[in-house]
């Protein structure tokens, strides 16, 4: 995957999550990946995922789960960072 395919699915991953990020921490995780910095803007999408106890899809978790593991970051970190979806009800 390239840097501008990391941007692109990192940026589709914000809009996804609409306004359950407030817009202060998606203006910060634009402006990381306006400046080429993909790792700091994921590594902050995730942390304030947690820190504002945003819980993601399953789909946007382990989108966020195969960009950590593309850029070569640390999956198990992450997967306790990242808050874990509640199992689908029937």
Known sequence: ???????TEVSEILVSLGDELPEF???NVARFIKYNEHELALDTLC??????????TSTV???????????GMDVALYQRIV???KPESC
Do not use: K
């Not at 942390?47 to 993601?56: F, K, N, T, W």
């Not at 978790?61 to 850029?71: F, G, K, P, T, W």
């Open 1 to 7: 995957m390239t840097l501008e395919q990391i941007a």
């Open 25 to 27: 921490d998606r203006s």
């Open 47 to 56: 942390a304030q995922l947690c820190e504002r106890g945003v819980v993601p």
């Open 61 to 71: 978790r382990q989108r966020l789960m195969d960009l950590v593991a593309e850029m």
């Open 83 to 85: 808050p874990q979806p």
